[in-house]
Each structure stands twice: as structure tokens, then as C-alpha cells.
């Protein structure tokens, strides 16, 4: 039953995505709307699914989580984003360098 349930929620979003080509016509905001409310419906049948059951078990666990975490300050988030610029360019300083030095040594051995 479960296969059969996935296989019909397939439909509705495969109807929408020809129909959204085939009605050119319409404006594009109208067919956008449909085809998120075929998403929509067929994210509905796909739930009915015991693999459904399992995702959205799986999305409300995630939402849970999330709540848990401990974002960092705005300060916090500043330094952090201050040391990594300061890094990346002393990198790039050294690495420039050293580019340049094994240019000059490969000049000098092939001159």
C-alpha cells in the first residue's frame, strides 16, 4: 500500500509540472501557486506513507534540536569572522611569498 501511496503522491506534482508549461498563457505567479499547492497535496499523501511517517517524525526531532542549540552573540560572531579575515590574508600573504620565491628559483635555474 505504502509503494501505491507513493506512487499516487508522484502524480499531482508531475500533472503540475506539465501544466505549468502547457498554460504558458497564465501568468507566472498563478502557475507557481499551483504548483506549490501539487506539492503541497502531494506532500500530504506522501505523509500517509509509513517512509512519510518517518520524515516528518524525522523534521519535528530536527525543529527540537535546533531549539537547543546556543547561537553566539553578535560580538562573539564579529571576533570570529574578524580572525578568520585576519588568517585568510597572512595565508594568502604567505603563500604569494613563497609562490614568488619558487617563480624566481625556477627563472634562475632555467636562465
Known amino acids: ?3 501505491f501511496l507513493l506512487t499516487v503522491a508522484v502524480l499531482p506534482i508531475a500533472a503540475a509540472i506539465g501544466g505549468f ?3 504558458e498563457d ?3 505567479w498563478m502557475r507557481v501557486i499551483a504548483l506549490l499547492a501539487a ?3 502531494s506532500g500530504l499523501i506522501a505523509v500517509q ?3 512519510g511517517q518517518t520524515a516528518w517524525a524525522f523534521r519535528r526531532e530536527a525543529i ?3 531549539r537547543k542549540v546556543v547561537w553566539p552573540t553578535r560580538k562573539e560572531t564579529t571576533q570570529t569572522t574578524m580572525i578568520v579575515l585576519v588568517v585568510v590574508i597572512i595565508m ?3 603563500l604569494w611569498a613563497l609562490d614568488s620565491i619558487l617563480a624566481w628559483i625556477v627563472r634562475a635555474l632555467t636562465n
Open 39 to 41: 506539492v503541497g497535496v
Open 49 to 51: 506513507t509509513a517512509l
Open 92 to 94: 594568502s600573504l604567505l
Open 26 to 28: 497564465y501568468p507566472h
Open 21 to 23: 508549461y502547457y498554460f
Open 1 to 3: 500500500m505504502d509503494k
Open 64 to 66: 527540537i534540536e535546533v
